[in-house]
């Protein structure tokens, strides 16, 4: 118990657990635990980093003009229409603290990031944990979960852990569903690994004032360490997020990496589609030593073994050679492992180490 108590729901809070970094008496890991691009961060963004440093002295801008403009200018959107967070983490919470509270609901898939319940319980909201079905959001048990009380709804898409997607439809029945309090997020952080052609749910985003978008500058862009995140979303949604965020949420060196980050077009291009490559090539890798996935549109794969007791067999049989892996029982897939797709030689290293673990017949 805690001397002086914090508000209900805090102390139900699971601190987050993050990808491993590190193995026991390995000096060199290869580390496919957090879905990072192995080949970051761009080399136009550390140098843009280092030209902002120059003025460390001034405070940041306040409303992230060029970074919105530089947004809205690559995936055609109305920069008045997007807020920008310290990763996608920041939009997550303060969506929950504007719009959900005591005596609300927020509704997250079973598979879902642990970030939306964290932000829920953080808000003083009640996290609805809602089931999945063969790895993939269930519109119906999500329609079905929203009520009066529901004043958000996570999605996941592309999933994580699961890397499966919805269809534009079922996205079109889940904002057709809502109630009348309540905004639908998409959670767009690995949206680029999709087939081409998916915008995240713009367009959706768009039409209806109750749905909103969110991405990241932390996969694609390979800049997890920068933090930086944002939403597209209705104006109103916006000038309700601009209200509670703190004025200087971002420094001068994340806006000036992202946008540089967001320029380069070349960078982003040549390492999704390696990602996708090696993808493929790992899931038929799997699929060869009698290790199903599902078919991934994010940028990692989601290694199905025989049951718990194997998977964690085998992550530390991984671990034991510096190969990091997440395990992903909390996730509600304890049997699972979600490997992030790494350059070539790290997914050759790590098929053949399962390959040998499979062997070794543990
Ligand atoms: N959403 C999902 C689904 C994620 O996997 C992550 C990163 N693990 C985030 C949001 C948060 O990303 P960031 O705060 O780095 O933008």
Redesign the pocket.
Known sequence: THAIAPRSGILDIAPYIGGASHADGVAEIVKLS??ENPWGPPASAVAALERAARTLNRYPSTDHLALRTALGEVHDLDPGRIVCGA????I?ALLCQAYSGPGTEVLHTRHG?S?YKISALAAGATPVDVPETDRRVDVDALLGAMGKATRLVFV?NPG?PTGTMLTPDELVRLADGLPADALLVL?G??AEYADDGYDGGAALVTERENVVM?R????AYGL?GL???WAYAAPDVIDVLNRVRGPFNLGDLQLAAAEAALHDRDFVTRTVSETKRLRGWLAEALAALGIPSDPSSANYVLARLADQAEAEACEAHLRAEGLLVRKVAGYGLPECLRITIGDEAACRRVADNIARFRGQGV
């Open positions: 957090s879905n990763g996608s983490d920041e997550i990031f970030m996941t994580n959670d952080a690995y969110t990241t500058f932390s996969k997890g933090r930086v995140g």
